[in-house]
């Protein structure tokens, strides 16, 4: 769960994370974590210290003395030594200073749910994700992905039952402004067919022509 007050960034982080095969769900408020922790049961939280309407390491340190142990992640604009000492005696386990790289913050969650043990995997049925290693699996048997791949087949699963349009799956595959053909789409699904097909049990991706494609 991502808790971060400014619209723009809050869904930046959550398109990324949703990228990089995480189920991401965001909040705005302290108060709005502290009524959605139980409902949503999240793996890990990301909280800006500078909430509109509390300090993220109050509502953290309120969360820690209910016996709330996942991991947590500090966002904040300020980067004085104070500020980190006060975050990680709240309970908080990194801190991240704004503006930072999306590449680092999705590294230091990964090495975060790594330490916590937590599962990270998404599934459909027997076919499972994971998102550190970039890994399929289903019944004990794993092929790997490569990064694009990932993204594809996370889309998909995200969205299984559904179609995904090509545009959606080219902006979750590449980075932004990327040219991309149409035939570069086919052949990336093409080989993740392939590999589900290395799988036992595993959900079949139909094309949808002229749309998209859609995991049944």
């Known amino acids: 769960m991502v808790v971060e007050d400014d619209v723009e960034l809050r869904g930046v982080l959550l398109r990324g994370l949703q990228e990089e095969g995480f189920e991401a769900v965001g909040a705005g408020t302290g108060a709005e974590l502290l009524e959605r922790y139980e409902p949503e049961s999240p793996d890990l939280l990301i909280v800006d210290i500078g909430l509109p309407d509390t300090d993220g390491r109050d509502v953290v340190q309120a969360l820690r003395a209910q016996g709330v142990s996942l991991p947590i992640l500090f966002l904040t604009a300020r980067d004085a030594l104070t500020d980190r ?6 309970g908080g386990d990194d801190y991240l200073t704004k503006p930072f790289a999306f590449a680092e913050l999705a590294a230091r969650l990964n090495a975060l749910m790594r ?21 399929a699996s289903a019944e004990g048997h794993k092929v790997p992905l490569t990064p694009t791949e990932f993204r594809l087949l996370a889309k998909l699963i995200a969205n299984r039952g559904a179609t995904v349009r090509r545009r959606d799956l080219v902006r979750t595959g590449w980075p932004h402004g990327a040219r991309v053909r149409d035939n570069t789409l086919d052949a990336y699904v093409a080989r993740l067919r392939k590999k589900l097909g290395e799988l036992p049990d595993t959900p079949n991706i139909t094309t949808v022509h002229g749309v998209g494609y859609i995991l049944e």
Not at 85 to 90: D, E, H
Request: proline residues 4%; aromatic residues 4%.
């Open 115 to 135: 330490r916590s043990g937590a599962d990270t995997s998404i599934q459909a049925g027997s076919l499972k994700l994971d998102p550190v290693a970039h890994v």
């Open 85 to 90: 000492v006060t975050g990680f005696s709240a």
